[in-house]
């Protein structure tokens, strides 16, 4: 069935560095995706999405790489700040309007 | 403000007890999302409406689970004869049609149900 996970449960980076989160996905007729943070106690907020007709898509200090080929997807954060430090989730539209989540990736950034 | 609004934040009931959620979206938006989120998981979809359709529902809501967007705008979740394994957070999210296009969703700050 259709599944979302990610690589590594738990990242740490150095203030200052960049971060590099890993999510891998099983359907491939996934046509669009989107990557959320969440802080403790709060709802997923949204970052970044991109449709399945693209392979990468910045934002302001984020870029989403999505490799078709291998069913993979990935979030990129320039300039790791303490404010990052997050759980984040990367989604994926399957059929209908029924996204998928992945478990998480929680980040953590060190001083 | 303007995001998703969940209402009440925090609900602690016996088992057994009925409780009702409410969530009111991003005005401008027409489609609806109820999900829920058990500690150290993603999100699980539940439902989703567009306008006052329930369009979409998830194996994961029984028949214990009902919910409503009467006029299109803000949604009920209902939970009858609550069980232990209904602890979770209930997350509320909305989005826009974009014609062809998808549009993300947006999460509202969810509300999280203790079952004693």
């Known amino acids: 069935g259709e599944s979302v996970g990610l690589h590594l449960p738990t990242l740490s980076v150095q203030e200052g560095d960049n971060s590099i989160i890993n999510c891998a996905y099983s359907?491939?007729?996934?046509?669009?995706f989107i990557w959320y943070k969440q802080e403790s106690g709060k709802g997923p907020q949204f970052i970044i999405d991109?449709?399945?007709?693209?392979d990468k898509r910045q934002g302001q200090r984020v870029t989403v790489l999505l490799n078709k080929t291998v069913k993979h997807l990935s979030l990129q954060i320039a300039a790791t700040q303490p404010g990052d430090s997050a759980v984040y989730f990367c989604a994926e539209k399957g059929y209908g309007q029924n996204f998928v989540f992945g478990p998480g990736t929680r980040l953590s950034v060190l001083p | 403000d303007t995001g998703v609004s969940q209402d009440p934040r925090h609900k602690i009931t016996k088992r057994g007890q009925n409780v009702t959620f409410r969530c009111d979206p991003i005005s401008e938006h027409n489609r609806l999302y109820w999900y829920r989120q058990t500690l150290g998981q993603g999100p699980e979809f539940l439902t989703y409406?567009?306008?006052?359709?329930?369009?979409?529902k998830s194996r994961l809501l029984s028949d214990r689970f009902s919910a409503e967007r009467p006029k299109g705008s803000f949604s009920t979740l209902e939970i009858q004869r609550t069980e232990q394994g209904d602890s979770a957070m209930y997350l509320c999210a909305s989005s826009a049609t974009g014609g062809r296009s998808n549009q993300p969703q947006h999460f509202g700050d969810g509300t999280r149900l203790s079952i004693l």
């Open positions: 991109i449709r399945s007709n693209m």
């Open positions: 359907n491939s007729a996934s046509d669009y």
């Open positions: 409406f567009q306008n006052e359709a329930q369009l979409e």
